[in-house]
């Protein structure tokens, strides 16, 4: 088993996947709002050599549950949400080698400003600056941006698709290698003969340019996409560089890897060359007995409302209006497909209540969770990784910072000791520390054909 990817899981919130955490005494997710919350966390990942702080976001509020948002406001389910691009370039001088992955929707985002602020990005983290890409999935988010409800899957990726063609002209074929002088003895900053506009009409964009950014470190950030949909999965194929997805089970985990690996090999590329990454969660202590009370002490302050009022949004099912004992069934959604499915197929042969949905989702979210203390823990990742074919892990957290640092201090030394994580991080850019080659796309991916020079 080679070397594996590991990512902290977060989001700019009090409260992410583990609902009702923020209870908990010591929780420090309350600083979301303060830079020294997200530089002391940067500091604390690269001191345990993690590759990078993976940031999810939203644009809407979870108000499908009971037909508003007020369970999710009382219960601070992903909101209060701040803008999670603005922190990395804190974090980012307070590090050198850990790298940011941030998620930004091609639905209510416009490319031309997109593709700015991450060639701002790459230039301020040294090409440290990754990107997921989501096509967002809630009517909430929807109404915020003069629409009544979000458009069908098949609409999202068109647009999708579209967006990320600006996006590679902007970055790849707008500015030339060499356009930019600083010749202070001609007074020439910029060549204008190599820069040019990239001139895009199409379905969904009209955008002149230039891309008013000189080339940076990586030009395209990294590219992560974490759509496991038929749709998401012939995205990835075309675009990722790696894949982040969630599954409740081995056995459904091992089914979208699967049927990711597939789609890369029919899209023609080394279907092991796209690490996929899970999200997982772990709970651990210095022995077995201890890592449970942990655990038993966070599940008697996680809520349970709390966990529906996230798995309503992500499915677009009201389970409020579902009795408890009534089993949970999939059911056509424009939602997020691949958590309907998920949740749907969490254990093959076995019919979740909705009570039973609510008290696995508490703590994690889809993921699964771990408990117990570090063999145990390297045990059941290295056994995850051997049972399902994924590359590394999303790790998301139940207590601000505490399980960061618990894993930091108790679980790395393990893992490093048996040879799957890096001691030390590789020079360079962020696609350069993952994947030992050039800062830069390579062909034959798709933005590499706007390459000017």
């Not at 602020?117 to 999935?137: E, K, M, P």
């Not at 001691?423 to 706007?450: C, D, I, N, Q």
Request: charged fraction near 20%; hydrophobic fraction near 40%.
């Amino acid at each position: 088993m080679s070397r594996l990817i590991f990512n902290a899981f977060v989001m700019n919130t009090p409260s992410h996947l583990s609902t009702g955490m923020w209870r908990i005494p010591g929780d420090t997710s309350h600083r979301h709002d303060s830079l020294s919350h997200w530089t002391e966390l940067a500091a604390l990942l690269e001191r345990g050599r993690f590759d990078a702080l993976f940031m999810a976001d939203t644009y809407g509020l979870s108000d499908v549950y009971g037909g508003s948002a007020d369970a999710a406001l009382r219960g601070a389910v992903q909101v209060p949400l701040h803008d999670p691009l603005l922190v990395v370039s804190a974090m980012a001088n307070a590090t050198r080698n850990l790298c940011f992955g941030v998620t930004c929707s091609t639905s209510y985002e416009a490319p031309f400003a997109l593709a700015r602020r991450f060639s701002t990005l790459d230039h301020l983290t040294q090409g440290r600056i990754g990107w997921n890409i989501v096509t967002s999935a809630s009517d909430s988010a929807a109404r915020n941006f003069g629409l009544e409800q979000q458009r069908d899957h098949a609409s999202r990726y068109e647009r999708a698709e579209e967006f990320l063609d600006v996006c590679y002209k902007l970055w790849e074929g707008s500015w030339e290698d060499g356009a930019l002088l600083h010749d202070t003895e001609r007074g020439v900053y910029v060549d204008p003969a190599r820069v040019h506009r990239i001139g895009h009409r199409g379905a969904h964009f009209s955008v002149d340019g230039p891309h008013l950014v000189e080339p940076s470190p990586q030009r395209t950030p990294l590219l992560y996409q974490a759509g496991a949909s038929a749709q998401g999965r012939a995205f990835a194929s075309r675009h990722a560089e790696c894949v982040f997805v969630g599954a409740p089970s081995k056995q459904a985990l091992k089914r979208t890897v699967d049927k990711l690996r597939s789609a890369f090999s029919d899209a023609g590329r080394d279907p092991l060359s796209v690490p996929i990454i899970a999200e997982h969660t772990v709970i651990t202590a210095p022995d077995s007995a201890r890592a449970h009370e942990k655990h038993d002490a966070y599940k008697r302050v996680a809520s349970e409302e709390g966990a529906l009022v996230l798995m309503s949004g992500w499915t677009g099912i009201d389970l409020s209006q579902l009795e408890p004992d009534a089993p949970f069934e999939h059911r056509e959604s424009h939602a997020i497909q691949s958590a309907v499915e998920a949740m749907s197929a969490a254990d093959p042969g076995r019919v979740w209540s909705i009570a039973e949905i609510a008290r696995w989702g508490t703590i994690g979210g889809l993921s699964p969770v771990t408990v117990g203390g570090p063999g145990e823990v390297a045990d059941a990742l290295q056994e995850w990784v051997a049972d399902t074919g994924i590359d590394g892990f999303n790790l998301s957290y139940a207590a601000m910072d505490e399980s960061f640092r618990d894993f930091v201090e108790l679980i790395v030394p393990e893992l490093q000791a048996r040879g799957v994580y890096q001691r030390e991080y590789a020079a360079g850019t962020f696609r350069e520390k993952l994947f030992a080659g050039g800062a830069r796309l390579s062909a034959p991916h798709p933005a590499t054909a706007y390459r000017l020079s």
